[in-house]
């Protein structure tokens, strides 16, 4: 049974920071890129943040560049995204997806963890 569980979301204050995890099951975790994704409230989701199945590539939002980061522990099924200098902008329910190397369609998504800044 393929999981994606993310966990770290919460109430901080506008400069704070967060650190949200997505722990994966059920899949082969090193044969997948691994995705951040949010949806604020009252609009659509959008992508946030991306890193290939070896750490090697990162590919950000241009809205994140700078203040988030994305990493991930193979060893620990694991990917992370540090958020730092968080806005109020940044309120919305955070995703983590999972997408097939040499694909680009994410296959997997997870539940959601809700992330709030306040001002």
């Known amino acids: 049974q393929v999981r994606l569980v993310e966990s770290g979301g919460g109430l901080v204050q506008a400069g704070g920071s967060l650190r949200l995890t997505c722990a994966a099951s059920?899949?082969?975790?090193?044969?997948?890129?691994m995705g951040w994704f949010r949806q604020p409230p009252g609009k659509e989701r959008e992508a946030v943040a991306h890193?290939?199945?070896?750490?090697?590539?990162?590919t950000y939002a241009d809205s994140v560049k700078g203040r988030f980061t994305v990493s991930r522990d193979n060893a620990k099924n694991t990917v992370y995204l540090q958020m730092n200098s968080l806005k109020p902008e940044d309120t919305a329910v955070y995703y983590c997806a999972a997408r097939p190397n040499g694909n680009s369609d994410y296959r997997y998504w997870g539940q959601g963890t809700q992330v709030t800044v306040s001002s």
């Open positions: 059920g899949f082969t975790f090193s044969n997948y890129g």
């Open positions: 890193i290939t199945w070896s750490g090697a590539v990162k």
